[in-house]
């Protein structure tokens, strides 16, 4: 088996990659994690790449004039590693067409809700404001409309008398590891494909 190599995009603690990264500690996993980039020098999750030996970058959007320029030095890199697969994972930028048409059905990010429930920022405190009784997490192929692609793979949890953004954020989070790694699995076997509208 060839196993597909993958780049993880974070912006802080990266346990999601983290995720990943044990995942394909397997050698039967389809991936192999072969880069971690950051466009935070500081993001936690950096340290850990670096102690598994796996390639680090820094891409600072701060460097760069535009949202489009910062996307086109991010492109570069990692047109340069040979992806076949691209995981935001925590990665907070707003991407532009010019990151996200190279890599359009290449590319997943991990979302805290139920899409398309909840699409943004605050979903935890607004599944709670709504008195949601179901909550949870998607793994969707990036489209360039925000949080709208095709959907891989979704984990629900129950809403708890008595949650706060925080417990309820937790106990999403312990879904939203196992449920990133099954559906990088997926789309790197070639078991889910994105479609293509005619
Ligand atoms: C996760 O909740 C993810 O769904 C969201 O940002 C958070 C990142 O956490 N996009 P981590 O950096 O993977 O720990």
Redesign the pocket.
């Known amino acids: 088996m060839i196993r597909k190599r993958a780049g993880v995009l ?1 912006s ?6 983290r995720a990943l990264v044990e995942a394909a500690r397997d050698l039967q996993y389809p991936a192999q994690i072969v880069c971690v980039v950051s466009n935070k020098a500081d993001a936690a ?1 950096l340290a850990f790449a670096i102690e598994r030996g796996i390639e680090t970058k820094v891409v600072d959007h701060r460097a760069f004039v535009s949202r489009e320029a910062f996307d086109a030095a991010l492109n570069a890199y990692l047109q340069d590693q040979k992806l076949d697969l691209i995981c935001c ?2 990665f907070m930028r707003i991407m532009t067409p010019v990151l996200i048409r190279p890599w359009l059905g290449r590319m997943l990010n ?3 809700s139920l899409l398309p429930a909840y699409k943004g920022l605050h979903t935890h405190e607004r599944a709670l404001a709504d008195g949601a009784k179901s909550h949870g ?1 998607t793994v969707h192929f990036v489209t360039d409309e925000l949080d709208s692609g095709q959907i891989v793979a979704q984990a629900a949890v129950s809403v708890l008398p008595g949650d706060t953004a925080g417990t309820l ?1 937790a106990r ?2 312990e879904q ?1 590891h196992p449920l990133y790694a099954k559906a990088l699995a997926l789309v790197a076997s070639g078991e889910i494909q994105m479609r293509t509208s005619s």
């Open positions: 974070i802080g603690r990266g346990s999601n990659m999750g994972a925590g991990i979302h805290p997490c954020a999403v989070l939203e």
